[in-house]
Structures are given as structure tokens and as C-alpha cells.
């Protein structure tokens, strides 16, 4: 992945074991930290935005996770609202979930007459066409996320993403977005004329509001997509972190999305590599030797693929990550390289 300019200087293929450079790029506003699930993700997440509330005004650690384990690494309630993280004075942590939650079923329960059942239908086919629009539940879900962050005005904000799959679905939503946008204002303008006709001759006068309200919403929000959008794609405003584990699964994951960011021009300079086994030198064990020898491997194998990344790499502890002290105790290994003993 390195340039020939690069491999001209090796200085410059041994970069700093660190995220320290995500804490001195302050013109960072967007931070995805990513990877295949059980990786220690969310710790990763939760102790870089630890390390970002130290320099930055504020920070708002987003998951996007449907586990939602923020909750269980900081132990304290997050929901889908910015809220102060306990022991902090400007980190703030919030839960969503990527759907849309949409009840049809209330839109029968609405209908009593049979004027009030012919509208009734009319905004079900409204409801079932504008959710067949492939990722349009999620764009708009994202989008409404988005546009209440940018309202906030955070510092950085940080996102706790979920497996690889989603994403990547999440970093492509403003494109899904504009593209569903497109759809509905076509569909509007050829079925809307066709509801007003049915709402005057029967003396309604709703007909194509349903229509106006889905378009005047999507309104608002695109210039806030579109700005978002222009920034995603901005090194200097927005990366990612990948997070990984030394074994092959993880690695061929790792690669796919390192691969994929690059495909839609999304910056990515940093990895962390969890769970390495460090043996014991004074009490030798042939089960963490073995374990060492087989994470060497594919450590080697992480060393020769991204030597031109900042690859960080953090112990396998013996106890969980949960609570302040613990996060504050493992962001530091984010900045300081683990030595064994």
C-alpha cells in the first residue's frame, strides 16, 4: 500500500505505533471505528473518545451497533439523545437504531368510515412503495442522526460501528439518500395529481400532503447530507479506524474493508490489532506459545500489508474492559506502545 516515494525512505514505512495522530489531526469532525465482530470494537471506540475528550471542546461517541455495548463498557444507560457520559464534563455518548420504525398497522386502526378506509389505503401504497426503495429506511434514519449531530456542533464525533457489512451501509447512505430522494419526487409527481383527483371528488382535501410532507422533509435534510457527504470524503475532516485480531478471518475482513474505503475514497491510516498474547517469560505456557507463534504469523503478514499505516497493538488482558478506570487504564495503551514483560 505504500508509494514508490515511500519505499525510497523506509523511515517513513515505521510509523508511530499509535493513535496519537488521530489526537494531533484536530480537523477531524468524523471518526468510524470499525472492524469484524468480537473484536473489541466498542473498546477501542469508547477509549479513543476517552483520549479525543482530553484535547477536543466535546466529543459524542455514536453507536450504531444494534448490540449496543456502550452501554456495557461505560455501565451506565445510553439512548438515542446525546447524554452525558458519568465522570466527564464534555463527553457525550449516544445509542440509535438504524431503522426506521414504521407502523403501518396504525394507519388501519386509523380508519372508521369508508372515505376514512380509501385514505387509509392510499397512505399504506404510500408507505409500502417509499419503503421498497432499496436502504432508503436506513439513509433516512442516519440522515435525521446527522442532521441532530450537525445542530449539536461536537468537536469530533466518534462512531462505534457495527460489523463490517453495516458499515459500509452507513458510510454510502448519503448516496442511497439522494438517490431514494429522486425516486419518491418521481413517484410523487405522477401518483400525487392521481390522489388529488380521488381527494376532490370526495370532498378531501388531504390527498397530497402525505406526498408533500415526505418531500418537504427530505428537503431539509439535503443540504445537511450533502455537506456531510462532501466531508466523508475529505481526509482531513473524516477516517477510519479498522480493528482487528492477529488470526486469518479477522485479517481477510480487515483487508475487504481497507479495499472497499478506498473504492468509495474514504481515508484510512490507522488499525489496531487486539488480544495479542504476550507469554509469560518467568512462567512459561505452552498454550500462550503456541497462540503467540500462530498470531506472529498474521502479525507479520498486518506488518508487510500496512506499512504505511499507523498499526497499533494492544495485549489481551485478563480482565473485561468495563467502566471508567478500565477504559481510561486501556486508552492508554492506544498512545503509549505495549512493552511485555
Known amino acids: 500500500m505504500a508509494s514508490s516515494g515511500d519505499a525510497a525512505n523506509p523511515a517513513s514505512l515505521h510509523l508511530a505505533p499509535?493513535?496519537?495522530?488521530?489526537?494531533?489531526?484536530?480537523?477531524?469532525?468524523?471518526?468510524?471505528?470499525?472492524?469484524?465482530?468480537?473484536?473489541?470494537?466498542?473498546?477501542?471506540?469508547?477509549?479513543?473518545?476517552?483520549?479525543?475528550?482530553?484535547?477536543?471542546?466535546?466529543?459524542?461517541?455514536?453507536?450504531?451497533?444494534?448490540?449496543?455495548?456502550?452501554?456495557?463498557?461505560?455501565?451506565?444507560?445510553?439512548?438515542?439523545?446525546?447524554?452525558?457520559?458519568?465522570?466527564?464534563?464534555?463527553?457525550?455518548?449516544?445509542?440509535?437504531d438504524p431503522q426506521v420504525q414504521s407502523k403501518p398497522e396504525e394507519i388501519e386502526d386509523m380508519a372508521q368510515t369508508e372515505e376514512d378506509d380509501l385514505w387509509s389505503s392510499g397512505r399504506k401504497m404510500l408507505f409500502d412503495i417509499t419503503n421498497s426503495l432499496p436502504g432508503?429506511?436506513?439513509?433516512?434514519?442516519?440522515?435525521?442522526?446527522?442532521?441532530?449531530?450537525?445542530?449539536?456542533?461536537?468537536?469530533?464525533?466518534?462512531?462505534?460501528?457495527?460489523?463490517?457489512?453495516?458499515?459500509?451501509?452507513?458510510?454510502?447512505?448519503?448516496?442511497?439518500?439522494?438517490?431514494g430522494l429522486t425516486k419518491i419526487v418521481r413517484l410523487k409527481n405522477k401518483i400525487g395529481p392521481l390522489f388529488s383527483q380521488i381527494s376532490g371528488m370526495m370532498g378531501m382535501q388531504q390527498g397530497p400532503s402525505d406526498f408533500e410532507q415526505i418531500s418537504?422533509?427530505?428537503?431539509?435534510?439535503?443540504?445537511?447530507?450533502?455537506?456531510?457527504?462532501?466531508?466523508?470524503?475529505?481526509?482531513?475532516?473524516?477516517?477510519?479506524?479498522?480493528?482487528?485480531?492477529?488470526?486469518?478471518?479477522?485479517?481477510?475482513?480487515?483487508?475487504?474493508?481497507?479495499?472497499?474505503?478506498?473504492?468509495h475514497g474514504i481515508d484510512i491510516h490507522n488499525i489496531i490489532v487486539n488480544q495479542l498474547v504476550y507469554p509469560s517469560k518467568i512462567h512459561p505456557c505452552?498454550?500462550?506459545?503456541?497462540?503467540?507463534?500462530?498470531?506472529t504469523k498474521y502479525l507479520d503478514q498486518i506488518q508487510d500489508l500496512y506499512e504505511d499505516f499507523n498499526v497499533v497493538k494492544v495485549p489481551l488482558l485478563e480482565d473485561e474492559v468495563r467502566g471508567k478506570e478500565s477504559l481510561e487504564k486501556f486508552s492508554e495503551m492506544l498512545i503509549t506502545p505495549y512493552t511485555s514483560l
Open 18 to 96: 499509535t493513535v496519537r495522530n488521530l489526537i494531533d489531526q484536530t480537523s477531524l469532525k468524523w471518526i468510524f471505528v470499525g472492524g469484524k465482530g468480537g473484536v473489541g470494537k466498542t473498546t477501542c471506540s469508547c477509549s479513543l473518545a476517552i483520549l479525543l475528550a482530553k484535547h477536543r471542546e466535546n466529543v459524542l461517541l455514536i453507536s450504531t451497533d444494534p448490540a449496543h455495548n456502550v452501554s456495557d463498557a461505560f455501565k451506565q444507560k445510553f439512548t438515542k439523545y446525546p447524554t452525558l457520559v458519568e465522570g466527564y464534563s464534555n463527553l457525550f455518548a449516544m445509542e440509535i
Open 136 to 179: 432508503i429506511d436506513e439513509a433516512m434514519s442516519y440522515a435525521e442522526v446527522m442532521k441532530l449531530v450537525q445542530g449539536l456542533d461536537f468537536s469530533v464525533v466518534v462512531f462505534d460501528t457495527a460489523p463490517t457489512g453495516h458499515t459500509l451501509r452507513l458510510l454510502a447512505f448519503p448516496d442511497i439518500f439522494e438517490q
Open 216 to 263: 418537504k422533509k427530505l428537503d431539509d435534510l439535503i443540504p445537511t447530507i450533502r455537506k456531510i457527504n462532501e466531508q466523508f470524503h475529505n481526509p482531513e475532516m473524516t477516517t477510519f479506524v479498522g480493528v482487528c485480531i492477529a488470526e486469518f478471518l479477522s485479517l481477510f475482513e480487515t483487508e475487504r474493508l481497507v479495499q472497499t474505503l478506498a473504492k
Open 286 to 295: 505452552s498454550l500462550c506459545g503456541s497462540r503467540k507463534r500462530l498470531q
